[in-house]
């Protein structure tokens, strides 16, 4: 008989802990609604999924208000924050409708995907294509349909130990 060990039920802070000491660059995740307003929020749970074909992955709060947008568009960018997008992250990670009123965007590549160009030191195009279930996230795996890179001269923005960080020069 095979002796599986105890379950036990781990405390959410404890969790919460134990990803923060695993630090990660600071993005955010962007698309239009059906009226082509933009939304957007600040994501952390970016990956890496496949180079061919290149496809990448986010985790995203059930409960988030930019999923469904997402959902129904079939399309989003992600936008890779650099050092002066600390206040970026913070808009787009505070309950508030006008979150595009304090951050310009402009529209990048064929989806007209909102780019935040002053704070992202790069940006992916991303077509949808699965969502799968994941407790109270879901995996959102997109299709990389176009980078925008900047000089390679930028100092991404990193969140790590509940703190920002920039990558050292
Ligand atoms: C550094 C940082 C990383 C985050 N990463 C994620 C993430 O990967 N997935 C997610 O669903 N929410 C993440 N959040 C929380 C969302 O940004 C936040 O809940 C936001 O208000 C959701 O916006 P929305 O409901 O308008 O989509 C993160 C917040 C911060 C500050």
Redesign the pocket.
């Known amino acids: 008989m095979k002796i599986q060990p105890a379950v036990q039920e781990l405390d959410g802070g404890e969790f919460r802990t134990f990803m923060s000491s695993f630090p990660?660059g600071?993005?955010v995740?962007t698309t239009l609604d059906a009226a082509g307003k933009p939304?957007?929020?600040?994501?952390?749970?970016?990956c890496s999924l496949s180079l061919a074909p290149p496809l990448l992955l986010?985790?995203?709060?059930r409960?988030?208000?930019?999923?469904g947008a997402l959902r129904a568009h079939g399309a989003f960018a992600v936008n890779l924050l650099g050092e002066s997008g600390r206040q970026v992250?913070?808009i787009?990670?505070?309950?508030r409708s006008e979150?595009f009123d304090a951050v310009p965007w402009h529209p990048t590549g064929p989806w007209s995907l909102p780019w935040l160009r002053e704070h992202a030191h790069a940006v992916a195009e991303c077509e949808l294509r699965e969502i799968h279930p994941g407790g109270d996230?879901v995996i959102v795996v997109g299709a990389v349909t176009g980078v925008r890179l900047g000089d390679g001269r930028a100092t991404p923005l990193l969140?790590g130990l509940s703190r920002?960080s920039v990558w050292p020069g």
């Open positions: 990660t600071v993005a995740v939304l957007g929020f600040t994501c952390s749970s970016l986010v985790c995203v709060n409960a988030s208000g930019t999923l992250a913070e787009f990670a505070t309950p979150r996230h969140r920002y």
